[in-house]
């Protein structure tokens, strides 16, 4: 009797020994995670989803090396409302910021203090944090300043307007001010803002070490408009190999506005080497995590933020940015918020694999906090895509997804299963038709079916008027400025 309670107590020993030892090696292997957004990206202008123009070999190897989701979504076809629902975990019906609405004298609408943002929940969990790139939700000293949000250190763009030129006289180092010399006046353009921001981005990298986990946010502003590019052996390559219509903007110079978008003799090549530049910069922050040790247990994903744009003398269709999809930016079509997605991490994520899990950016934050260990906030609208990356344990999944977008007089978008629902102005109009699709027939939505599906199309109308939470702030249909 003796003996067997002592079996009894040593095998209880052993096992909760064996469980802090399991918990203790999770709490070691929790991994640094390395967030890619690329700006206004369509689905179809990288390698990996069959663009044939412009060299991506380093997002490409990113995927082969990884898993791709084909079917991934952005959180709206929009900078702002997209980048908040990514943060908070919201769709575009709940999420804060649903607009690009600019605030003076440099900003857009602060994100508010009561929302828990995807990095506050890293940091809190003993994550270092760093975003890279371009902001967009709150001034500089505001609730919605990212040093507020839940990021120990900022360097780029706080205000999305300023970031419509890539030779903007200052960029902001949390909150200092840095007054780029060479291009005062929008006359000299010579300091070319995002090599800037990649210093700090690849010093932030080097600066870790495997002891603590890190979060780094990359929100690169390319290939975002105005084209402009260095002239520099990338951009040289594409020289010379498309028919060139040469774009008349408002160019640099004394008296130049800081949301024009210059002119560009190349408008084709300079669009291609923005995006070979940045597969260049995902290039070296691979190899800068591999130099440091640190890519056997970093998680690096890559997406855009929205479709691809028209603006500052860009061409989709010459590219087929969309891929097969119908859509640009500002639709809630496919191609305005379907996304390139892929992500890496060796020896957990299987190379070379494809996962059709529906999901969208308010996914990322309960994703990230159950690798984190981090408790997942209440009321949120994101579930975790854990299952789905490193193919084990049971993958939930979405009964809807929704989107919503506030200009244009106001769009919204259901996706259901294989269905998809659009409405179009429908803050004018709540009781517009709303056009349905067979997405596993008709990707392209060239078909509308609501006729023949009434129920089905009436059924995601009802989804669409559920989804969407009144904003006092942004009002639907209205246009921030």
């Not at 943002?117 to 902001?135: I, S």
């Not at 360097?155 to 291009?183: F, I, M, T």
């Not at 079509?333 to 379907?338: D, L, M, Q, T, V």
């Not at 102005?425 to 997405?439: F, H, I, S, T």
Request: proline residues 6%; contains cysteine; hydrophobic residues 35%.
């Amino acid at each position: 009797m003796i003996i067997k309670k002592f079996l009894v107590l040593a095998s209880l020993t052993i096992f909760i020994s064996l469980e802090n030892l399991y918990a203790q090696k999770a709490k070691t292997r929790r991994p640094n995670i390395v967030f890619i957004l690329a700006d206004d990206l369509g689905y179809g202008d990288v390698g990996f989803n069959g663009q044939k123009l412009i060299r991506t070999p380093n997002i490409d190897r990113l995927a082969a090396e990884g898993v791709k989701f084909p079917q991934f979504y952005a959180g709206t076809s929009v900078c702002a409302p997209s980048r908040s629902s990514l943060l908070s975990g919201k769709h575009t019906g709940h999420t804060y910021i649903r607009g690009n609405k600019g605030v003076d004298p440099e900003g857009q609408e602060p994100i508010a203090d009561s929302v828990v943002t995807v990095a506050e929940v890293l940091k809190k969990a003993g994550y270092v944090t760093g975003a890279f790139g371009k902001w967009g939700l709150g001034p500089v000293g505001s609730y919605g300043d990212p040093n507020k949000q839940g990021f120990d250190q900022f360097y780029g763009y706080n205000c999305q307007s300023l970031a419509h030129r890539y030779y903007p006289d200052h960029l902001w180092d949390n909150q200092k001010k840095v007054v780029l010399e060479e291009n005062q006046n929008l006359i000299y353009n010579k300091q070319y803002a995002p090599d800037l921001i990649q210093k700090q981005a690849l010093d932030f990298v080097e600066s870790r070490n495997a002891k603590e986990p890190f979060f780094l946010f990359l929100p690169y502003i390319l290939p975002h408009a105005e084209l402009v590019v260095p002239e520099d052996s990338i951009f040289q390559y594409y020289k010379g190999k498309f028919d060139e219509e040469p774009y008349k903007g408002a160019d640099y110079g004394a008296g130049a506005k800081d949301g024009g978008y210059a002119s560009q003799k190349y408008p084709h090549a300079a669009f291609a080497a923005m995006v070979s530049r940045l597969d260049l910069y995902v290039g070296q922050i691979l190899d800068k995590l591999k130099e440091k040790g640190l890519d056997k247990n970093t998680l690096v994903i890559f997406t855009s933020d929205n479709g691809p744009h028209i603006e500052g003398g860009a061409d989709p269709v010459f590219f087929h940015s969309s891929g097969s999809f119908k859509g640009v930016k500002r639709d809630l079509y496919e191609g305005g918020i379907r996304e390139p997605f892929a992500a890496r991490w060796p020896g957990v994520i299987k190379p070379g694999t494809t996962n059709n899990f529906v999901g969208a950016f308010w996914d990322i934050l309960p994703t990230f906090a159950e690798l984190a260990g981090a408790r997942i906030p209440a009321h949120i609208d994101g579930i975790s895509f854990v299952p789905s990356m490193t193919g084990t344990g049971i993958q939930k999944k979405h009964d809807h997804l929704y989107w919503e977008f506030h200009e244009q007089g106001g769009r919204q978008a259901v996706r259901q299963g294989n269905w998809k629902a659009v409405k179009l102005k429908a803050a004018e109009n709540p009781n517009a038709p709303v056009e349905l699709y067979d997405l596993s027939k008709d990707s392209a939505e060239r078909v509308n079916v609501a006729t023949e599906f009434p129920d089905k199309a009436k059924e995601l109308g009802r989804i669409m008027k559920q989804s969407h939470i009144p904003s006092a702030i942004f009002p639907f249909g209205k246009e921030g400025k």
